[in-house]
């Protein structure tokens, strides 16, 4: 992916990536509304984009023209699509609400399985998290001074810890010492 967001053409906020698998209707409530709610109130922009509706082009292009992305997902299990943007090197306010993984054709009768992040590979880099609506107005004031003081660089920590070589020398040390 190429680094879409280092043009400094951004005149849009937030992208508001929307990877709530489940339970969308009570996350619409009780999570969605309140943040969009919040970012009218401090006149904030934003565009929208739900995962799973949109093709590679149409995310690189909302990158180009956005600040920063707002990343709403229960949990990942490796976090391709956040990888991705951080690689344009555009920083993330994430909801990373914790808990248990709750896919519901195994939780909770299935499997309990504790604890769970929404971006697995972060550092303060990154961005910011938040746990929820109840913090998210304070959180997106923080990280709103990080973002006009320059504070992040999400594509460093991705060279450094996520490229393909990077990646196969870690998978390499775990089999060798699996090995041993």
């Not at 996350?27 to 922009?45: C, F, V």
């Not at 195994?106 to 746990?131: A, N």
């Amino acid at each position: 992916m190429q680094s879409a967001n280092i043009s400094g053409k951004q005149n849009v906020d937030f992208l508001i990536y929307d990877k709530i698998r489940w339970e969308n209707g009570k996350y619409q409530e009780a999570l969605l509304d309140p943040i969009i709610n919040q970012l009218k109130e401090k006149g904030l922009s934003y565009h929208y984009i739900k995962y799973g509706s949109y093709k590679p082009s149409d995310l690189i292009n909302e990158l180009s023209v956005c600040k920063a992305v707002i990343f709403l997902c229960t949990h990942e299990s490796q976090g391709i699509a956040y990888q991705q943007i951080l690689s344009t090197n555009t920083p993330i306010l994430a909801w990373d609400r914790g808990g248990y993984w709750q896919d519901p054709s195994y939780y909770p009768d299935l499997v309990k399985y504790e604890p769970v992040s929404s971006v697995p590979y972060w550092d303060d880099r990154c961005g910011i998290k938040f746990k929820g609506e109840e913090d998210f107005p304070s959180v997106l004031e923080h990280f709103n001074q990080k973002l006009q003081q320059q504070a992040f660089s999400p594509r460093a920590y991705i060279l450094e810890n996520l490229t393909l070589e990077i990646s196969a020398q870690k998978y390499v040390d775990i089999y060798k010492s699996l090995m041993k």
